[in-house]
């Protein structure tokens, strides 16, 4: 089963309750499909990872129940792509800005208002990579969620130059 989750819900974790069919020996070789629920928790920085619930998959004649196998997927986010452990930022910059190297500001997956300094020109394959700023890097501390006390991947920042399509003359002066 493949179970969609926001990347803010694979940042911070959270419980989902998950709905799905199994087959279910009853008696005299006899099956049915019987649908189920549970309760999954989904813990900061999965992703790639399955869950595995022995005996909650499917039951058929003669052998013993099957694993209920829950996998991740994650839906699309407007702003933030998520690369392994690391989280890739497409900053939209002007051609003005990327020349001067304007600080860049935008807000973080956990909501942090960032200022990151560029000492160089900006462009279409600069990346600025800030040191854990990503994703949470899964480990099996049962108190992990509540401590919040996670390692974590980088950020890293990637550039948009928004080209003009004409320019003035100010506009040219500008830039020379």
């Known amino acids: 089963m493949i179970v969609e ?22 008696s005299d070789k006899a ?39 829950v996998k991740f997927s994650q839906k699309p986010h407007q702003k933030f792509k998520r690369q392994n452990n690391d989280i890739i930022y497409l900053h939209k910059i002007s051609l003005l800005d990327s020349l001067k190297s304007s600080p860049v500001h935008f807000t973080t997956i956990d909501n942090q208002m960032m200022e990151a300094a560029v000492d160089e020109v900006i462009s279409q394959k600069t990346e600025k990579v ?14 992990g969620p509540i401590k919040r006390n996670f390692q974590r991947g980088n950020l ?21």
């Open 156 to 176: 890293i920042i990637r550039f948009d130059i928004q080209f003009p399509i004409e320019l003035s003359d100010k506009q040219r002066l500008a830039i020379t």
């Open 130 to 143: 800030i040191p854990n700023m990503g994703m949470p890097i899964l480990n099996n501390d049962p108190l």
């Open 5 to 26: 989750c926001t990347l803010e819900e694979l940042f911070y974790g959270c419980q989902k309750e998950i709905h799905f069919k199994r087959h279910a020996f009853v």
């Open 31 to 69: 099956e049915k499909v019987v649908e189920c629920s549970r309760i999954i928790e989904v813990k900061p920085g999965m992703g790639h990872n399955e869950l595995r619930y022995s005996g909650e998959g499917h039951h058929r004649f003669a052998q013993k129940p099957g694993d209920l196998v």
